[in-house]
């Protein structure tokens, strides 16, 4: 089993960098509590965390994580209270400007909802009925796409499932109402991994669009 000295010895940077050289912006997030500009629902995947991926400081967002980035419809909002309560907490309490999806490539949840084998313990079926979530995505993407390779079909579902997620943020009243007021805003951000771009869905053209472009390779 490997250790967590790893993680240690990040703490100890980060005790450096914000308790030490910049605790000032600790000390007035202690003081004054936090006040974030966004929310960002984000995947679990280690791979792909959001404050990591937008290098923001500590304060800058409030980030709810769970399998494939999905948010409940409000009819089911007591059923995924973990998810929902802290939406709401972002809405209500925090008063949040923003709310980002975001997506990522080679979503393993995305990749076993698509592939959509019977569950064979508790621990599969747990992991289904939260996917089922976004069940509306899958078939849509299986008409569209019929007879395409699983790649392909796990791509497109990702970025649906995406679309799905903002719809569902639209169907919780104190949500759309702020929407409508202008108070608040909804992005739904894709990551691909492979090429380091990141995009997001454009509802004028109806597809994700770059939002940031693919790094450039320094050459020496």
């Known amino acids: 089993m490997r250790d967590v000295s790893k993680f240690l010895s990040g703490f100890r940077r980060f005790q450096q960098n914000y308790l030490g050289k910049q605790h000032e912006l600790f000390d007035q997030l202690v003081q004054q509590g936090q006040r974030p500009r966004a929310l960002v629902i984000a995947c679990c995947d280690s ?3 959001p404050a990591l991926l937008t290098d923001c400081d500590p304060g800058d967002m409030f980030v709810v994580r769970n399998v ?5 419809p409000h009819v089911q909002a007591t059923y995924f209270a973990a998810t929902t309560s802290a939406i709401a907490f972002a809405v ?11 997506g990522h490539a080679q979503c393993g949840g995305i ?7 019977a569950p064979t313990c508790n621990e599969e079926e747990l992991i289904a009925k939260w996917l089922g ?12 796409l019929k007879d395409k ?34 108070k608040l805003a909804l992005h739904g951000w894709y990551f691909d991994m492979q ?11 109806g597809a994700f669009e770059v939002l940031v472009d693919k790094p450039v390779t320094c050459q020496m």
């Open 133 to 144: 979530i976004a069940e509306d995505a899958r078939q849509q993407v299986l008409r569209k």
């Open 47 to 49: 791979r792909c965390d």
């Open 111 to 117: 990749r076993a909802l698509m592939e959509h084998k």
């Open 92 to 102: 209500h309490n925090l008063e949040v400007e923003h709310i980002i999806v975001m």
């Open 195 to 205: 090429s380091g771009e990141l995009y997001e869905y454009q509802p004028e053209s």
């Open 149 to 182: 390779p699983m790649p392909m079909l796990t791509h497109a579902c990702e970025q649906s499932a995406i679309l799905v997620s903002l719809e569902n943020l639209m169907s919780y009243p104190w949500i759309s109402s702020r929407v409508h007021q202008g």
């Open 68 to 72: 494939a980035n999905l948010v409940p």
